[in-house]
């Protein structure tokens, strides 16, 4: 039965190989799952399906005018976060079409909510803007986060959603 579930460390080289064919163009180095994981372990998720990862989710706190930019490292969490960030969700292609992904997003929710965060936020990369917006995101402004967009391309779309 396909569920998400906590990462764990062991879980850190399923997902890089996860990332590796999702986001061909979006390369992270190995580091910042495991940073990610060693801040925020609850926002780091997994989708086990048959007994392997197929699909990750990273969310955390942070600050609505600050969302880390591509392939870099955070340091350490804010101390009073004003957004819960969705860095990435990512699923293999024979992960997808079954809900999976909206689950991912129903528990950062619930995260982002005992944070007593007004808002969630993200940045849209290839094809996502759509599922995104069905999903309660919207496009916010992109003045203030051009310099972390511009790493990840001239199409990234910073997007909000509040609760």
């Not at 579930?5 to 986001?23: G, I």
């Not at 292609?93 to 982002?112: V, Y």
């Not at 808002?119 to 999903?135: D, E, Q, T």
Request: charged letters at 15%; glycine letters at 6%.
């Amino acid at each position: 039965m396909p569920k998400w579930r906590q990462m764990t460390s062991p879980d850190l080289a399923p997902v890089e190989q996860v990332a590796d064919v999702v986001h061909p163009a979006y390369p992270e180095d190995d580091a910042i799952f495991a940073e990610r994981l060693d801040l925020y372990p609850p926002g780091c998720l997994v989708l086990e399906i048959n007994q392997t990862i197929q699909g990750y989710a990273i969310g955390h706190p942070s600050l609505i005018q600050h969302p880390p930019p591509l392939n870099t490292l955070l340091g350490r969490l804010p101390q009073h976060p004003d957004t819960f960030h969705i860095h990435d969700l990512a699923r293999l292609p024979s992960a997808r079409g079954a809900g999976h992904a909206i689950t991912a997003i129903d528990i950062f929710i619930e995260q982002a909510k005992a944070l007593a965060v007004p808002r969630m936020s993200l940045i849209a990369v290839g094809k996502s803007l759509n599922f995104w917006r069905r999903n309660g995101f919207e496009i916010a402004d992109q003045t203030p986060v051009q310099a972390s967009l511009a790493t990840y391309g001239d199409n990234a779309i910073f997007m909000t959603r509040p609760l």
